[in-house]
Nanobody, 120 residues
Framework: QVQLVESGGGLVQAGGSLRLSCAAS??????MGWFRQAPGKERDFVAD????????YYADSVKGRFTISRDIAKNTLYLQMNSLKPEDTAVYYC???????????????WGQGTEVTVSS
């Protein structure tokens, strides 16, 4: 059974930092990514990473502030979020699939989400 379990969300003041984790079990993905959904809005892409290559790609809204990374030995995905803004408030989801293209088109596997709230 494939599982993606996020953790690390919480309440933080603007300008602060949080680190999200996503533990994967049941399989190893070729591409993994982070998405987020703010209240009343659609789910948006945040960042993705090639599991074997380490190649990363970011949405413009988070470039320079967020860093996606992975620990291959632990089969765990991370999202380091710095200089957080109130507009970063959302439920953050990790996702995985058999290619980066599949992740960007709409990944097959999703975690349950972890909530991030940034206060002004």
């Amino acid at each position: 059974q494939v599982q993606l379990v996020e953790s690390g969300g919480g309440l933080v003041q603007a300008g602060g930092s949080l680190r999200l984790s996503c533990a994967a079990s049941g399989r190893t993905f070729v591409g993994m990514g982070w998405f987020r959904q703010a209240p009343g809005k659609e789910r948006d892409f945040v960042a993705d990473i090639g599991w074997n290559t380490g190649t990363t790609y970011y949405a413009d809204s988070v470039k320079g502030r967020f860093t996606i990374s992975r620990d291959i030995a632990k089969n765990t995905l991370y999202l380091q979020m710095n200089s957080l803004k109130p507009e970063d408030t959302a439920v953050y989801y990790c996702a995985g699939d058999s290619s980066l293209l599949a992740v960007r088109r709409g990944p097959t596997y999703w975690g349950q989400g972890t909530e991030v709230t940034v206060s002004s």
